[in-house]
Each structure stands twice: as C-alpha cells, then as structure tokens.
C-alpha cells in the first residue's frame, strides 16, 4: 500500500544569524510520513528557479525514474544531457537532519544556492517543497500571480514588505 503524501501547503519562517529555520508544521508532517519519521530533509537548489528544493529520502531514491521521465517529455529549448541532470540532481545535494519541532540548519553553500538571508518562504509543490527567499520569489518571471499575491500577504502580515 502506497502511503506516499503530496507536499502542499506553504509558511514563511524567519531564519536566524546560524542558519536555524522551522519547517512549517504541515510540510514537516508530510516529510515524516514519507520518510518513516527519518527526520532528515534532502536541500538542492531547483532545476528551473532561483530556490532550493527540499524533499524527503524515499523520494532521492526515486529521483532517477523522475529524471528519466523528465529527459523523455522534454520538446524543444535548452536539453541537458543525462550526465548534466544527474550532475544537478544527486551531486550537489545536502542531507540535513531537523529536529521534533521542525528546525533545521541549512548549510552555508545552500543559503547561497538559494539566496536564502533573513527569510524563507516554504512551498508545497506536489514531491518536492520549495524553499524561497520571498524578495526573490517577488521578481521571479516564472511564478504564478496567485503566488506572487500570498507571499506579498505574509510579508505584509509580518510588517515587511
């Protein structure tokens, strides 16, 4: 039986001088279940927008058929070869362990990777959680309006803008 939980929902969470951030409570329950409470989340930075990728370790282990059928989809535009894929999605990768309560330290090359500084904006996305610096999110080209709007609501909520 497949107990296997999409990633949905989002928080903002600030981030500290360490690098110490919470995973929002909902997005951390779902890592739980699909990693037998392993509490370890896999840091990346995506493929295709300027954030990290999160997600949990049954998932890297199914990361190669997901690549795989990424490299058969793709219709024109820029292709990358298998050994380029495989590069970005299992060479530069981070295993980070995060406590009961969802905390975690990204390491420095990460928050680089993602321009992560004061804030982090976490986002579902169906296998994978999205980690963004929400100042970045804002000037995205490629982000949906609806989202571009709640990011702008909770740093509005926060008192920043």
Not at 25 to 36: F, G, P, Q, Y
Not at 68 to 79: D, H, P, S, V, Y
Not at 127 to 132: F, S
Not at 146 to 161: A, C, D, I, P, S
Request: proline share 6%; hydrophobic share 40%.
């Amino acid at each position: 039986m497949n107990t296997r939980r999409t990633y949905r929902g989002f928080g903002l969470s600030g981030i500290d001088g360490k690098g110490r951030v919470a995973i929002p409570a909902k997005l951390r329950a779902t890592l739980e279940v699909n990693s037998n409470n392993e509490r370890v989340i896999a840091l990346s930075r995506s493929r295709t927008s300027p954030c990290l990728t999160g997600y949990d370790l049954p998932f890297a282990d199914m990361l190669p058929d997901v690549l795989a059928q990424e490299m058969t989809e793709q219709e024109g535009g820029a292709k990358l070869s298998r050994e380029n894929l495989n590069r970005m999605a299992f060479g530069v990768v981070e295993d980070v362990p995060y406590d009961a309560s969802g905390r975690l330290v990204i390491p420095p090359f990460m928050r680089k990777l993602g321009q992560l500084e004061d804030l982090a904006f976490f986002h579902g996305s169906g296998h994978i959680i999205e980690i963004w610096n929400p100042h970045v999110l804002l000037k995205a080209d490629d982000v949906p309006p609806m989202l571009v709007e709640l990011v702008q609501f909770l740093l509005e909520e926060k008192g920043m803008k």
